[in-house]
């Protein structure tokens, strides 16, 4: 019995080495790890599709090698990132990791991209700290300091003095608090009243009253995507879209994705974002054009075109380097790098290696029937705020 | 037949049960082994040892004291946190970080057991459960020194007892993380073959009767509980240590409800369930999910609805023994 198990691992092991294409010098490999199962499902699918269609669009073949995208679902969970990562690397032999839909699932992977030396193009985790954890990563989506900085410039621009700030209780929440108030305050606005709702229960009602009976100028609001339904819902219920009450915030809540479902509520929010489906340039049609071909049903969101521009920028890398892929090199290559993407302009910034971009400020109209973030101004250039401060 | 020889009969029946059968001696060999033959698969076989433990430490609960719970994870993210959190401060020895883990889980479970102790089967249920969404929102609140929702990084993580390197080493990880399990699993063992281990499972059986012949049913059952959750700490403690973040995933609902999934797909009441279980559906999650990442759920689903109808109360391994009892069956026929 004992000499048959050894047989059974002696097969495994030599199907697991097997598995290993001998043309392996011929393919680079890109793993994509995403989550494809649990709550953040939406995210990988976006994330996925965007990614196929660039390739799909621009060939698999890159300096005389051939692309291949691995897909690997982590559920959202950091130890099965992290867990896979290696695997991929040790296994599959990726010379990419990409992908990344929340924070963690970036921080448990960064050791392993620096102890490797392999590029890791982080696609969607948005929290400023992630690209200092090692000097192999790459951002191609944004920071949360980005959109709320933004935003909070645009309102004190725009005659908004008062405002009250209603954001998820989590970490992100609370960036996202913390750079609007801070942006705000120096720019001569006063937030009169901070509250923060519940991850698990988002009932809004209560703290919508408070909001009316403090008569802010403005609403300020950070809601993971989907949620934000259910606060416009309740916003128009409580009759605050009458009282003058504005609704603003950075882009998460009017998410592309999931708006057409939002309903009438939802017209005339303004918020600040990297991208937003009706963005006005011929780059963009094209890009939702083909998207929506490819997936029916779905409408890219700010997360797919992080996808999209990543699998680009490694392309670019690639074809920097001559098909080399020495991480070093690579990151070289990837450093200052700047490109026309569906959102507009954008560049890599050689001294943070994060994502240097247009963000623009849309409100929430109807168009043909359904509802768009309509750009109607746009901030050029701007850098992770939180980094920017540092020094 | 006299009185003496059936207590005698007793104690050699019992005896042989808390001897080690063949099949776990392959096993655990087959386990060591697979440090050496399967490096490519280190990674997964280290998550599946650490499940498997987390899934022991439910089974102690569940398949020998009958108490039910959806919110094991409350222990197993605690451990983790107090884990990383010592590691940072204090020291980054393994070893010393499991201790401290394994007593703080334990102490928490102490505490609680007192709430989940009180009440049936469906208000265990939802205590456990409230237990666990409330030191969901502990965690998630105290960002400051757990980091929320972004996740707690920067554990260093030392040699074992200082000779021994685990971080970046796949293979020593998994070494030492089953070494770990194997020294746990031992104890259980010991624990669910001893006499306190049997008044458990009379309690199970019947609490009424299990009182009138003199076993202070609470008393057992809140050591058992501190016990489970102590194994649950040191479980989450080793995914720590292998996995350099500790993220509020660690003590979701989610994990709770997996861990349960896997005890009952690999059976109740062996000790060997959750091991069975998880590697079940660490190894179909793999590999079904490397073929089609969206759907391996739905097969996952669809082997706890078969393993519900055909095989309730060992799971999976109920079916082998199914296929085994017919094979000897064959035999036994002429």
Redesign the interface.
Known sequence: ??RR??LA??A??AL??GSVPAAAQETVKIGLIIP???PF?TTG?QLEAAARLYMQQNGTTVAGKKIELI???D??????T??IA??LI??DKVSFLAGFG???LA??T???AT?SKIPMVVMMAG?S?ITE?SPYIVRTSFTLGQSAVIIADWAAQNKIKKVVTLVT????G?DAEKSFVDQFKSKGGETVESLRV???NPDFAPFLQRVLDAKPDALYVFTPSGVGAILMKQFVERGLDKSGIRLIGPGDITDDDVLPGFGDAAIGVVTAHNYSTDHPSAKNKEYVAAFKKANPGMRPNFASVGGYDGIHLIYEALKKTGGKTDGDALLTAMKGHKWESPRGPISIDPETRDIVQTIYIRRVEKKNGELYNVEFASFPDVKDPVKAQKK | MNTGNTVQDSVTALKKKRAWH?LEY?FW??AA??VF?????H??L??IAIWSLFALSLDLLLGYAGIVSLGHAAYFGFGAYVAALFAINFTGEPITGLIVAGIAAGLLGLATSLLVLRGTDLTRLMVTLGIA?VMY?IA??M?WLT?????L?GMPVNPVLGIFPIY?R?ANSYAYVLIVCFVLFFVAKRIVHSPFGYSLRAIKGNPLRASSIGIPNNLRLIAVYTIAASYAGIAGAL?AQ????????YIDF?RSADVLLMLIIGGTGYLYGGVVGSALFLVA?KFI??IT??Y??FWIGFALVVIALFARDRGVFSIFERILGALRNDKAKP
Request: aromatic content about 6%; cysteine-free.
């Open positions: 019995m004992l198990s050894f691992a002696l495994a092991t697991a080495a494809l199962t649990g499902t699918k897909v690997r679902d559920a959202g969970r950091a130890e099965n992290a867990r290696g695997e040790q296994n929340l924070t963690p921080m448990a960064a050791p392993i102890n929290t700290i954890r209780d989590y970490a992100p609370h519940p991850i698990q | 063949w392959v060999l087959a082994a697979s033959l399967l490096p490519s698969q990674a997964l280290t998550q969404l929102e998630n609140q960002s980091g929320g929702a972004d996740g990084t970046f796949p995914l292998t996995t350099p973040v500790v993220s509020l995933t989610q999650q999910g490397n990442p969206q391996w759920e």
